[in-house]
């Protein structure tokens, strides 16, 4: 049999197995490069680190030489969306054309799958919401008769954001496991079964760092197993591992334990009245706790100093109490019911994470908090998880593939790299195969208003409007803060003509249905359409950025991080912030051109990209478009 480079090269080659079996498939350099780094990371039991630029084909030259190998291979996306498309569109392209005879699974997270015990529940107790919410619940039934796989978002008529999705879905605090009276039939066990006997799996970080993390998922013998894993949008993989290392506690979680509790008592436990009153008690003293965090929309803060407010301080003794209360009245009925025993144990976990939160004098770690409407988060998140995972990398001797259109800063690793203690690894870059000079133009326009300066929202949307309009619509306005997002939004809405559609006002599917199908739209965006999203062809053919997106210096973890560099003698400002926000804009940038074929304009509002020395950074990590500063030739562009 062929070695494994050999065979790479054969395949990819204008008579391999792609090219004849594939429809439009064209053998592209870059794309073999990738193919034989991913094969020299399978040979050699190595890490190999690769920024493949867009349309460089990063997907099939991971999948191939995986595939080729015969590896047991895990494949982790940072998206959902990603893990769906790998596994329905480019999976069985690629098996077909490869002929390829190893079994293939998809695994998300639990909260992902219908749980049959809850969906019971909820069908004989009633569900809690409006008609809308019974409607949903009617929705998921008539699903439920036909779905193999129990995965939510196969049922294409309920909304991703459905208020019914929390109370059909388990969570590890509440599943019942081999207890649960539907386990035989469980959704979860199915898919994770599936998992251990696949070949290669298809899963997302956030699953890959909980199982890491926490070996009681249920899926540890998963990782184990691998002998190659590959990160696709591996940009999102550090942020997302150090929220696995870390511990948290949120009021949804213990409204959780209230409903349950509420339950078990309607259902199974009439007798235990006094087990309805103690979760009514806990949910008040939740409520409390949250009014102590201030009564406004959204906040985010540092723990330790919240904790030096004796109000709050107070406000956890008394939480405590309410869960010993509970617990209490929970022991006397221990055997009675599963949910209950659950519930008990569940209520011990809620009081040693609550401790454990308490004592923020453990270093090396950020104490910070969220609070948003009526519900908040306490959380404990370490400073790096470069020890942690670094450790991961080394012990298990196996493939190791991070790769990313957005990875490198000013041309090295090294940002990357010492965030996840990746050592000794195989770095390549590769550009896109896309003509940027020619398919683009970057501006960064003159007079710029001073961003902390008011007027600047009206400066700019005046500034902007004419391009707009001259582009007909079809563009995104991406913004660092809501505030900007709103504030254009509403300038655009009262002073121009366009169909201005603003991010939160329907679900981000179906505003991208909207912004393709609708003349003269322009979306006005923040964080969650920087990335992710493809859209080609003339449908968008402008993206504004309204400036740098440096993360705000007062974010908690960020700070900590700062600080932390600062102890250890390094530079804060060039050290954390440039290089994420290099890796950011690359992101919003990288949403113009998305084919050979695309054409259009990136404006950035932001005049320190030339004012200030490192500006140099961010443009030496951007594509090589044509550049200009003219909003005259901005527009020639355009109508060419």
């Known amino acids: 049999m062929k070695k494994l480079a050999d065979q790479i ?38 890490a190999t680190v ?44 690629i098996q077909k054309a490869l002929n390829y005879k190893g079994k293939v699974a998809l695994l998300k997270g639990r909260a992902n799958y219908l749980c049959l015990d809850r969906l019971d529940r909820v069908i004989a107790m009633g569900v809690l919401g409006d008609k809308s919410v019974l409607a949903d619940l009617s929705r998921v039934r008539k699903w439920h008769a036909s779905t193999k796989t129990g995965d939510l978002s196969e049922c294409i008529a309920l909304a991703e954001d459905s208020p019914i999705l929390p109370q059909l879905v388990s969570t590890t605090e509440n599943c019942l496991g081999t207890e649960c009276p539907s386990y035989k039939d469980c959704y ?44 696709d949008e591996a940009h999102q993989l550090p942020d997302i591992a150090s929220q696995y290392f870390g511990q948290s506690l949120t009021s949804r979680q213990l409204f959780d334990i209230c ?69 209490e009245v929970a022991k006397k009925s221990l055997g009675r019911s599963e949910t209950l025993d659950k519930i008990f144990e569940r209520l011990a976990e ?25 519900s908040f988060g306490l959380h404990v998140t370490p400073l790096t998880v470069a020890d942690k995972f670094g450790e991961q990398l080394n012990r298990q001797k196996i493939g190791w593939v991070f790769t990313s259109a957005t990875l490198e800063v000013g041309g090295k690793f090294d940002h990357f790299c010492q965030r996840l203690g990746i050592e000794n690894a195989e770095q390549l870059v590769l550009q896109s195969p896309f003509d940027y000079a020619k ?98 062809g003339e449908a968008l053919s402008l993206v504004i950025i309204d400036k740098l997106p ?39 940038v990288g949403r113009l051109i998305r084919d050979v074929t695309d054409r259009g304009v990136v404006i950035i509002c932001d005049s320190r990209l030339v004012m200030r020395n490192y500006g140099a950074t961010f443009l030496k990590s951007l594509p090589p478009s044509t550049r200009t500063r003219d909003l005259d030739k901005v527009k020639a562009f355009l109508q060419q």
Not at 34 to 39: K, N, T, W
Not at 64 to 93: C, E, H, W, Y
Not at 453 to 458: D, G, N, S, V
């Open 9 to 46: 090269i054969d395949t990819f080659s204008p008579d391999g197995r792609l090219s004849k079996n594939i429809k439009g498939f064209r053998p592209r350099q870059a794309q073999l490069e990738m193919a034989q780094a991913v094969g020299n990371a399978i040979n050699f039991a190595s």
């Open 50 to 93: 690769v920024e493949a630029g867009t349309g460089t084909g990063k997907t099939f030259a991971y999948l191939v030489p995986a595939m080729l190998s015969g590896k047991k291979t895990i494949v982790s996306t940072g998206s959902k969306n990603l893990q769906d498309q790998l596994f329905n569109r480019d999976l069985p392209t």
């Open 188 to 231: 979860v066990v199915q898919a994770r079964r599936r998992a251990m006997e696949a070949d290669l799996v298809v899963v997302n970080h956030h699953l890959f760092c909980a199982d890491m993390a926490v070996k009681e998922t249920g899926f540890g013998e998963l990782i184990p197993e691998a002998e190659l894993v590959i990160f």
């Open 259 to 327: 409903k349950d509790a509420n339950i078990v008592y309607r259902s199974e436990l009439k007798d235990l009245a006094q087990l309805g009153k103690a979760a009514d008690h806990l949910q008040k003293t939740v409520q409390d706790f949250r009014l102590l965090m201030g009564e406004g929309m959204s906040a985010k803060g540092n723990l330790r100093e919240l904790f030096q407010d004796q109000k709050v301080v107070d406000g956890v003794t008394r939480l405590l109490e309410s869960l010993d209360f509970m617990s």
């Open 350 to 374: 809620a009081k040693s994470q609550l401790k454990k939160l308490s004592d923020t004098t453990v270093m090396g770690y950020c104490y910070w908090y969220e609070a948003n409407g009526r």
């Open 439 to 536: 398919q683009s133009l970057l501006c960064v326009p003159r007079y710029l208003p001073d961003s902390n300066r008011p007027h600047t929202l009206t400066t700019l949307g005046t500034m902007l409007k004419p391009v707009i309009e001259a582009n007909q619509g079809r563009c995104f306005l991406l913004c660092t803060s809501y505030a900007m997002m709103r504030g254009l939004a509403d300038f655009l809405r009262e002073h121009s003509k366009l169909n201005v559609l603003l991010q939160g006002e329907t679900s981000k599917s179906r505003l991208l249905e909207k912004f393709i199908k609708e003349p003269n739209s322009v979306l006005v965006a923040t964080q969650s359409f920087w990335e992710g999203i493809d859209v080609r």
């Open 550 to 588: 440096f993360s705000s210096p007062d974010e908690p973890l960020l700070k900590a991080r700062m600080e932390d560099c600062k102890l250890q003698g390094g530079d804060p400002f060039n050290d954390i912030q440039i290089p994420e926000a290099v890796i950011t804009l690359k992101q919003g």
